[in-house]
């Protein structure tokens, strides 16, 4: 397995990010550096990533505003795990980046304990760019999961969102490279196989549920 990468943070304003914040982070996972931002080392890079965010027009980003670096991230042999977001039920719903592109494997949240699509769960197709692409490209369970809360006496309580469901499959993906070493940042074999193997049997209405 690749060694960790070194920590780093990167501010920006508390649940607003911009284009060029979203880009900087991207850029640091394919190459980390050290604490004092030299050094930049591709070897550190991580296998999988989750991004439990989207980038808005009130963010100032344009459809295409990020497709390009994560685009570089999974050619990178980063595998790019994005929350698809939570506007449903409607159709059309997964409308911002990242989880609009192809190179994004965008994750619906699933009720818990049910095999159907959480109400909340944006849906496709990907309209905002004109590509009519089919989104999600899979759910995982995140309505709602018990998480960890960030207090003092270690408190847990229940969330739901696409946010609650991305990490699965961050999950999955780290186990399946852990066990089958040959699909180590081969993304398009591992979003095959994730394809070719997850349930299809889910409840969904077109929009209405």
Not at 67 to 79: K, L, M, R, S, Y
Not at 98 to 115: C, H, R
Not at 159 to 169: I, K, N, Q, R
Request: hydrophobic share 35%.
């Amino acid at each position: 397995a690749d060694p960790a990468p070194v920590a780093q943070t990167f501010f920006m304003d508390e649940n607003v990010g911009r284009p060029e914040t979203y880009t900087e982070c991207f850029q640091w996972f394919i190459a980390p550096t050290d604490l004092n931002n030299q050094n930049p080392n591709p070897d550190l890079r991580p296998d999988v990533m989750n991004n439990s965010w989207g980038c808005p027009a009130s963010e100032l980003c344009a459809p295409d505003s990020l497709q390009q670096i994560v685009e570089n991230t999974q050619a990178a042999g980063i595998f790019v795990v994005v929350s698809a977001g939570n506007a449903g039920s409607a159709c059309s719903t997964v409308q911002d980046p990242p989880a609009i592109y192809e190179a994004s494997y965008s994750v619906g949240a699933m009720n818990t304990g049910a095999m159907s699509i959480a109400n909340f769960s944006s849906r496709g197709p990907v309209t905002a760019d004109g590509s009519n692409r089919i989104k999600p490209d899979i759910a995982a369970p995140g309505n709602p999961n018990r998480s960890s809360v960030p207090t003092t006496d270690s408190t847990y309580a229940s969330f739901s969102g696409t946010s609650m469901a991305g990490p699965h499959v961050v999950g999955v993906v780290a186990l399946l490279w852990q066990a089958k070493p040959a699909l180590v940042r081969d993304i398009a074999a591992t979003k095959a196989l994730l394809n070719s193997t997850a349930n299809p049997n889910i409840t969904v209405g077109n929009g209405t549920q």
